[in-house]
């Protein structure tokens, strides 16, 4: 998509490799400094823009921040994982890990079932047509009722708070598979890639989490505090 808008993101993949060892060096508490994963990302960014020096295109901004906030956007909800792995050991990590992506799947597919069957009134016709308030609603509450369910797993946090974390997967999830629409026409192609036919590309299957994981960060912050 940045290819499409004549923006470069070759240095990006330097950064996604960066993130990637900082985040595998966390979880497996290797004895690597911090420091030397923060002068990566630092050294990359100067690269990125003295790049631009040499360039002839017209668009240096977009350029620069395309290659720098995108590994970033991107990696969000992988590098979130780890928080709740590494971090949040009061918490049933991978249930809850799991949990987000699971609500944000049966949200997806009570929307799809509810707009097909009852959705008339649009949510956001600039960006994604096809959905509807109705659906988005009937989603909502396919994900805050399979969220009550696993409340009743051992070790899980109580009705209330899971009732809390379905509705923060839901809205910043929803947000998120907005803002990749919002990207993908600015870019002016209907899927994001090739890579999985018909389900609008790898990128599609993992948009509504880039938000999600960081809200529920958030969420469990606020709420229940380690």
């Known amino acids: 998509m940045t290819h499409k808008n004549g923006q470069r993101f070759h240095w990006s993949y330097l950064s996604y490799v960066i993130l990637t060892l900082f985040a595998y060096s966390i979880f ?20 990125i823009s003295i790049q631009e020096l040499f360039q002839t295109g017209d ?5 620069v921040a395309s290659q720098i906030w995108a590994p970033i956007f991107i990696s969000l909800s992988f590098l979130g994982i780890f928080y709740f792995m590494s ?19 049966i949200n997806d597919s009570g929307a799809y079932l509810f707009g097909r ?13 096809n959905k509807t308030w109705e659906g988005s609603l009937g989603g909502m509450a396919c994900a805050m009722t399979a969220g009550i369910a696993l409340s009743f797993i051992e070790g899980m946090p109580s009705i209330l708070v899971m009732i809390g974390f ?20 600015d870019a002016g192609v209907k899927d994001s890639g090739t890579f999985l036919p018909g389900h609008g590309g790898f990128f599609d299957r993992f948009d509504a989490m880039i938000l999600a994981v960081p809200a529920a960060i958030l969420y469990f912050e606020v709420v229940l505090p380690k």
């Open 87 to 105: 971090y949040r050991t009061d918490l049933p990590s991978l249930y809850i890990t799991i949990s987000v992506f699971s609500l944000i799947w």
């Open 117 to 129: 069957k009852i959705g008339k009134t649009k949510l956001f016709e600039r960006l994604s047509p």
């Open 28 to 47: 497996f508490g290797l004895e690597v400094p911090n420091s030397m994963f923060v002068l990566g990302l630092v050294a990359t960014g100067l690269a």
């Open 166 to 185: 379905a509705a923060t997967c839901v809205i910043s999830g929803s947000l998120g598979d907005l803002f990749e629409s919002r990207l993908k026409r």
């Open 59 to 63: 668009a240096p901004f977009q350029n």
